[in-house]
């Protein structure tokens, strides 16, 4: 039972356009949302969070946006660039445990020049 | 390079071998955790310590598998008497503590024939 959802498997955004990656959770234990980047033979790397205090966290070219009510939460990245093709882990981890964060499948971005 | 570093990067073993891995967090980092992913899917928690100490272990780790911390330094997963199924990327990440970022190391993919 998926935790965490991500029901894009990829996206394909041209470059300077938006890219919104849609993330969608079930634990209403989650207090904590996080999202990665994940280049092929590399690790996934942090890439920005947000508290459920809040609804929206923003980090220069990336904004994370968060909405409790419907359990969702996306990552918007204006304007979007080619080295931004990558894999994008939506992860999540509960107040009782920070340290257990439960990732989603993830979704494939292209970025077309 | 001081980040994340895991050894081997990719090992081939038969079935019913045993198997070991080795993850070298970031020196200041009392966290270490780790994680496995198959294709298609999000990095799946299997374990973490906090210095030499395992404090959580997933039911994904089952009795064949035993991770170790032995100076709250490095750290080792082995896997006994492998199976096919046991063929996935293992992961490594660390933190300061329990609230901060966790850093991931490139992984080691283990094919088991």
């Known amino acids: 039972d998926q935790q965490v959802k991500q029901n894009s498997p990829s996206l394909s955004v041209q470059e300077g356009r938006i890219s919104i990656l849609n993330c969608d959770y079930t634990?209403?234990?989650?207090?904590?949302f996080l999202w990665y980047k994940k280049y092929p033979a590399e690790g996934p790397t942090f890439l920005i969070s947000i508290s459920s205090i809040k609804d929206k966290n923003e980090d220069g070219r990336f904004t994370v946006f968060l909405n409790k009510s419907a359990k969702h939460l996306s990552l918007h990245i204006v304007p979007s660039q080619p080295g931004d093709s990558a894999v994008y882990f939506c992860a999540a981890s509960p107040k009782t445990s920070y340290d257990k964060v439960i990732f989603g499948p993830g979704t494939s971005l292209s970025v077309i020049p | 390079d001081t980040g994340v570093s895991q050894d081997p990067r990719h090992k081939i073993t038969k079935r019913g071998q045993n198997v070991t891995f080795r993850c070298d967090p970031i020196?200041?980092?009392?966290?270490l955790y780790w994680y496995r992913q198959t294709l298609g899917q999000g990095p799946e928690f299997l374990t973490y310590f906090q210095n030499e100490a395992q404090l959580e272990k997933s039911r994904l780790l089952s009795d064949r598998f035993s991770a170790e911390r032995p100076k709250g330094s490095f750290s080792t997963l082995e896997i006994q008497r492998t199976e096919q199924g046991d063929s996935a990327m293992y992961l490594c990440?660390?933190?300061?503590?329990?609230?901060?970022?966790?850093?991931f190391g490139p992984g080691t993919r283990l094919t088991v024939l």
């Open positions: 634990n209403s234990m989650f207090d904590y």
């Open positions: 990440a660390s933190s300061l503590g329990q609230t901060d970022t966790q850093y």
């Open positions: 020196s200041e980092h009392n966290r």
